[in-house]
């Protein structure tokens, strides 16, 4: 579904953006679903679980802690969603193999590359309330993303 998240905001006042220089790195640009949060830094234990279980069109947003130092999503992780059927990743943090990223059919926003990966320390949350571009996220949130930025709302903006 192709929508634009300008429009949206305009109609959903309640809409709330989030602020963060994000780049794009899937080859899906719009993209939206259901919130699923993840709570971590350095480490993407959480990620790599959520992303072998099935996604029915969910989005992981993910509270990296804005570090770029460790990657928190590659290929092979994305490459694992893209099979299980998630809708895209925001990741307020850093990832890795952008060349092969931009070929998977994933929507994936972060705010940058970094080719180390993560340590495996086990460590994070998941489904907790995430403060991520100065906006609260809620796993059950909505999410829309397009090259315009990432809006969250506490009701669909559009038909399920």
Same mark, same amino acid.
């Given at each position: 579904?192709?929508?634009?998240?300008?429009?949206?905001?305009?109609?959903?006042?309640?809409? $709330?953006?989030?602020?963060?220089?994000?780049?794009?790195?899937?080859?899906?640009?719009?993209?939206?679903?259901?919130?699923?949060? =993840?709570?971590?830094?350095?480490?993407?234990?959480?990620?790599?679980?959520?992303?072998?279980?099935?996604?029915?069109?969910? =989005?992981?947003?993910?509270?990296?802690?804005?570090? #770029?130092?460790?990657?928190?999503?590659?290929?092979?992780?994305?490459?694992?969603?893209?099979?299980?059927?998630?809708?895209?990743?925001?990741?307020?943090?850093?990832?890795?193999?952008?060349?092969? #990223?931009?070929? +998977?059919?994933?929507?994936?926003?972060?705010?940058?590359?970094?080719?180390?990966?993560?340590?495996? $320390?086990?460590?994070?949350?998941?489904?907790?309330?995430?403060?991520?571009?100065?906006?609260? =996220?809620?796993?059950?949130?909505?999410?829309?993303?397009? $090259?315009?930025?990432?809006? =969250?709302?506490?009701?669909? #903006?559009?038909? +399920?």
């Amino acid at each position: 579904m192709v929508f634009s998240t300008p429009d949206l905001a305009d109609s959903a006042p309640d809409a $709330r953006a989030v602020l963060h220089p994000w780049q794009d790195y899937g080859a899906v640009t719009c993209f939206s679903g259901v919130a699923v949060t =993840v709570k971590c830094f350095e480490d993407n234990s959480l990620v790599k679980e959520l992303v072998q279980q099935p996604g029915n069109g969910r =989005v992981i947003v993910v509270d990296g802690g804005c570090s #770029l130092r460790r990657a928190l999503l590659g290929d092979q992780l994305a490459a694992k969603a893209v099979e299980n059927g998630w809708s895209g990743l925001v990741i307020a943090g850093a990832v890795r193999d952008v060349e092969i #990223l931009e070929t +998977l059919e994933l929507g994936i926003k972060a705010l940058g590359s970094c080719p180390q990966k993560t340590d495996k $320390r086990g460590e994070g949350q998941l489904n907790v309330s995430i403060e991520v571009g100065g906006t609260t =996220v809620c796993s059950g949130d909505y999410i829309y993303a397009d $090259r315009n930025g990432v809006l =969250v709302s506490a009701e669909p #903006l559009l038909p +399920l």
